[in-house]
């Protein structure tokens, strides 16, 4: 017996979670679409991967297609709960959405039943997340310009980060993008201190979903994680984000500016220097923002020569004057961007 589940993400993150759904299998199935991979593996799948995957927004349990409205009436739930909230989009959402009201019921406080309709017929999903995944549950501050965890894990994935090399971000702001590499390290899941809307269905076994959520084997070696800001008040925000997490002791934040950086003694030769660099509307003018990126990618050129680099920015890229090998384009709160790549 397999279920099929539909993953969402962010736009433009649909390799990333494809690659970390490949390490969380095995499936029988792996489907990349727009927003999301849709996998089919043995029952309860959803529940690991609500747990472990950082990529992840929302994970949708299919339980059926119907052809015609009144269908739902043969559909059985009686295994996930008694009471439901229904959502319906698509072709003729409306007469989709009471067929399903009648068959299932309609309640402001159930479990959120998906109506998808096209070409005729309706796919019908539970949200097994609830709350969506970026939230954590120790990012309680956030910094000028927040980067959701689910992004800044799919950037450390599109830029190819192997939880045992050095990673530096050079911009850490309130510390999102230090903080998911670090428990990716230490094998802790990103889901670990929150709740999931499944967690309410009949017949959930506390005991199992807590053995699942145990932390993976540490690697040997701790790897060096560094965060540096100009901003003093970032860092405070940084590290007590961290001690949220339970990730304090393994970064290392310190203050500088990222336009005079100088290279790290005692660290290796190569690694992932990362950023969320500051945009147009972030920084002002046009031109300041140009002389910003020429400034830091001298700068990054010089402090981390034979590191890969993965850096987040919404235009001007040009102006960084670095040797791009890929890019990718992502969504970062409605503004279209993307994540460069490269060897410096």
């Known amino acids: 017996m397999t279920e099929t589940l539909f993953i969402q993400c962010g736009l433009g993150l649909e390799p990333a979670l494809r690659e970390e759904l490949a390490?969380?299998?095995?499936?029988?199935?792996?489907?990349?679409?727009?927003?999301?991979?849709?996998?089919?593996?043995?029952?309860?799948?959803?529940?690991?991967?609500?747990?472990w995957s950082r990529v992840a927004t929302r994970v949708l349990l299919r339980v059926a297609t119907v052809a015609q409205p009144e269908a739902m009436s043969r559909v059985h739930l009686e295994r996930?709960?008694?009471?439901?909230?229904?959502?319906?989009?698509?072709?003729?959402?409306?007469?989709?959405?009471?067929?399903?009201?009648?068959?299932?019921?309609?309640?402001?406080?159930g479990l959120e039943l998906q109506v998808r309709a096209a070409h005729g017929r309706a796919t019908i999903s539970i949200d097994t997340s609830g709350e969506l995944l970026h939230?954590?549950?120790?990012?309680?501050?956030?910094?000028?310009?927040?980067?959701?965890?689910?992004?800044?894990?799919?950037?450390?994935?599109?830029?190819?980060?192997?939880?045992?090399?050095?990673?530096?971000?050079?911009?850490?702001?309130?510390?999102?993008?230090?903080?998911?590499?670090?428990?990716?390290?230490?094998?802790?899941?990103?889901?670990?201190?929150?709740h999931f809307a499944f967690e309410s269905f009949a017949g959930h076994d506390a005991p199992k979903l807590a053995a699942l959520a145990k932390p993976r084997e540490i690697p040997p070696a701790q790897p060096f994680i560094f965060g540096s800001d100009l901003n003093a008040g970032a860092l405070g925000t940084a590290r007590r984000n961290a001690k949220r997490a339970g990730v304090l002791d393994a970064l290392t934040l310190e203050r500088l500016d990222a336009t005079r950086l100088a290279p790290r003694s005692g660290v290796a030769?190569?690694?992932?220097?990362?950023?969320?660099?500051?945009?147009?509307?972030?920084?002002?003018?046009?031109?300041?923002?140009?002389?910003?990126?020429r400034q830091l990618g001298v700068?990054?050129?010089?402090?981390?020569?034979?590191?890969?680099?993965?850096?987040?920015?919404e235009?001007?890229?040009?102006?960084?004057?670095?040797?791009?090998?890929?890019?990718?384009?992502?969504?970062?709160?409605?503004?279209q961007c993307q994540v460069l790549v490269g060897r410096l």
Request: one cysteine or more.
């Open 315 to 335: 235009e001007g890229a040009e102006a960084l004057g670095l040797p791009v090998e890929a890019t990718f384009p992502v969504v970062n709160g409605g503004l």
């Open 269 to 293: 030769a190569t690694g992932l220097v990362v950023a969320n660099l500051p945009y147009g509307r972030r920084v002002g003018e046009a031109g300041e923002l140009g002389r910003l990126y």
């Open 23 to 51: 390490d969380l299998g095995p499936w029988t199935r792996l489907t990349t679409e727009r927003g999301g991979v849709e996998v089919e593996g043995p029952p309860l799948a959803y529940q690991r991967v609500n747990l």
């Open 135 to 194: 939230v954590r549950g120790y990012r309680q501050e956030i910094g000028r310009a927040p980067l959701r965890e689910t992004l800044a894990a799919g950037v450390l994935r599109l830029a190819g980060f192997a939880p045992r090399e050095p990673l530096w971000d050079v911009m850490c702001g309130s510390g999102t993008l230090v903080i998911e590499a670090a428990e990716w390290a230490r094998g802790l899941a990103p889901g670990r201190n929150r």
């Open 80 to 109: 996930f709960g008694a009471r439901f909230s229904v959502e319906a989009s698509g072709d003729g959402a409306s007469r989709w959405r009471s067929a399903a009201a009648r068959a299932f019921g309609d309640s402001n406080d």
């Open 299 to 313: 700068a990054l050129r010089r402090a981390c020569k034979g590191w890969r680099f993965g850096l987040l920015l």
